[in-house]
């Protein structure tokens, strides 16, 4: 089975400093990770997400996210942050791409201005 | 906008009753996945249709139960409702079940949010 675990429900950075959300999966083959964006009353939009390849993925809004197979890890990354970016951000694994994804609690990140 | 809708947005109904909650896929999805999102539990997956057969079950109660037709929309249906599924109900839908790396992706619709009083 896959779990996922986002370290810190609530992230708060200054305005244009670095945003870093935690991520740490668990799969007995090969994650598919994907990170998605929550904006309030809206539904779930896909951010980035890791399949095979290149380890380092660069998504929609200036986020990357690096697979670390080593630390079971996929923390996603942005080097400035913008007020637009306030949001929930889930990180998602799904088994091989076989698998329905499952989800994280969430990170909810504040941008101070 | 992803190209999923989930209708109604919004329903306020009491104990014990019964409900339906339908989503339509993107044109050309043939897979429909349900979520059910609360504070406590967070993200739960709870049933997976691909091409009007169920795939997948999830965290599903027995009694919710779902179906997709065979025009592929999809029901998701919550009976003898108590107040704890009191909660945010997804629907997603991609081309097919397997997460490629062709591209294919799992898109959300807004959610429909029931409150059980």
């Known amino acids: 089975a896959q779990s996922v675990t986002q370290l810190g429900s609530h992230v708060s950075v200054s305005e244009g400093a670095l945003v870093l959300l935690r991520c740490n999966y668990s799969s007995s083959v090969p994650p598919y990770l994907f990170w998605y964006v929550q904006y309030p009353n809206q539904g779930l939009q896909l951010l980035l997400k890791?399949?095979?390849?290149?380890?380092l993925v660069k998504g929609i809004n200036g986020f990357e996210a690096e697979f670390k197979k080593s630390e079971t890890s996929f923390h996603l990354t942005k080097p400035s942050a913008h007020m637009s970016d306030a949001a929930e951000y889930f990180c998602?694994?799904?088994?091989?791409?076989?698998?329905?994804?499952?989800f994280g609690k969430g990170t909810r990140l504040s941008v101070i201005a | 906008d992803s190209g999923v809708t989930q209708t109604p947005k919004h329903l306020i109904t009491a104990t014990g009753q019964r409900v339906t909650l339908r989503c339509s896929p993107r044109?050309?999805?043939?897979?429909v996945y349900w979520y059910q999102q609360s504070l406590d539990q967070g993200l739960q997956f709870l049933i997976h249709?691909?091409?009007?057969?169920?795939?997948a079950k999830g965290n599903i109660l027995e009694r919710f139960s779902a179906q997709q037709f065979p025009d592929l929309h999809s029901e998701l249906n919550l009976s003898s409702l108590e107040l704890g599924d009191s909660a945010l109900y997804f629907c997603?839908?991609?081309?097919?079940?397997?997460?490629?790396?062709?591209?294919?992706?799992?898109?959300f619709g807004e959610g429909s949010w029931l409150t059980v009083v």
């Open positions: 998602a694994v799904s088994a091989e791409g076989n698998t329905p994804l499952v």
């Open positions: 249709y691909y091409n009007g057969e169920e795939r």
């Open positions: 997603a839908s991609s081309v097919s079940g397997i997460l490629t790396s062709s591209g294919n992706t799992i898109y």
């Open positions: 890791y399949t095979t390849g290149a380890t």
């Open positions: 044109s050309g999805d043939l897979s």
